[in-house]
Nanobody, 123 residues
Framework: QVQLVESGGGLVRAGGSLRLSCAAS????????MGWFRQAPGKEREFVANIRWSGGSTYYADSVKGRFTISRDNHKNTVYLQMNNLKPEDTAVYYC????????????????WGQGTQVTVSS
């Protein structure tokens, strides 16, 4: 069982930066691949980025590639999402998720989800 709590969301102007954190409980955190997803009003939840359990491999959605960076610290049971050069279209609730099946971009590969943190980017 893994419990996830996101933090770090907020209101930022276009071009600004935010760093999201996702703190996980459970001693098996280091065995899970982790992902970040987001959901804007009226839209489906979409994949943002993922990272393997070892942190050695990452993958990004095309819409955030070059602007967002996912990382993890298994000693702290935390995964991060550094978001730079934010755009209004990045406005959404951001969720972290844990997958025992390896890094993936599909929602249904993830067993555990946080409650989400709101990111709002003004133009």
């Amino acid at each position: 069982q893994v419990q996830l709590v996101e933090s770090g969301g907020g209101l930022v102007r276009a071009g600004g930066s935010l760093r999201l954190s996702c703190a996980a409980s459970g001693r098996t955190f280091s065995t899970y691949a982790m992902g970040w997803f987001r959901q804007a009003p009226g839209k489906e939840r979409e994949f943002v980025a993922n990272i393997r359990w070892s942190g050695g491999s990452t993958y990004y959605a095309d819409s955030v590639k070059g602007r967002f960076t996912i990382s993890r610290d298994n000693h702290k049971n935390t995964v991060y999402l550094q978001m730079n050069n934010l755009k209004p279209e990045d406005t959404a609730v951001y969720y972290c998720a844990a997958s025992p099946r390896g890094a993936a971009s599909r929602n249904n590969m993830y067993d555990y989800w946080g409650q989400g943190t709101q990111v709002t980017v003004s133009s």
